[in-house]
Nanobody, 124 residues
Framework: QVQPVESGGGLVQAGGSLRLACAAS????????MGWFRQAPGKEREFVSV????????YYADSVKGRFTISRENAKNTVYLQMNSLKPEDTAVYYC?????????????????WGQGTQVTVSS
């Protein structure tokens, strides 16, 4: 069991960068694929990115591909989301989640543990 806690959100101008971090408690962090999701006001939560438990495989939503980079440090029980070239449409609450599924799961129901979220606001 892990409990993710996100940090690093904030207000940034369009074109800027932010780095989100997700620290997960528990001794089995390396057994979970870790994903990032986001939810904008009035919209459903959507998949952003996922990294395999061993860190060797990643997958991104088309909307962030080439701009966002996910990484993890299993020794620190932490996963990161580097967000570059931010756009106003990236504004959302960003959630970190842990999945016991093999591979790189992208569906919300595949994730057992969720953080509380961190707000990212991109101004135009």
């Amino acid at each position: 069991q892990v409990q993710p806690v996100e940090s690093g959100g904030g207000l940034v101008q369009a074109g800027g960068s932010l780095r989100l971090a997700c620290a997960a408690s528990g001794r089995t962090f390396s057994s979970y694929s870790m994903g990032w999701f986001r939810q904008a006001p009035g919209k459903e939560r959507e998949f952003v990115s996922v990294i395999h438990r061993n860190g060797g495989t990643t997958y991104y939503a088309d909307s962030v591909k080439g701009r966002f980079t996910i990484s993890r440090e299993n020794a620190k029980n932490t996963v990161y989301l580097q967000m570059n070239s931010l756009k106003p449409e990236d504004t959302a609450v960003y959630y970190c989640a842990a999945s016991p599924q093999l591979g790189t799961p992208t569906r919300i129901y595949m994730y057992n543990y969720w953080g509380q979220g961190t707000q990212v606001t991109v101004s135009s």
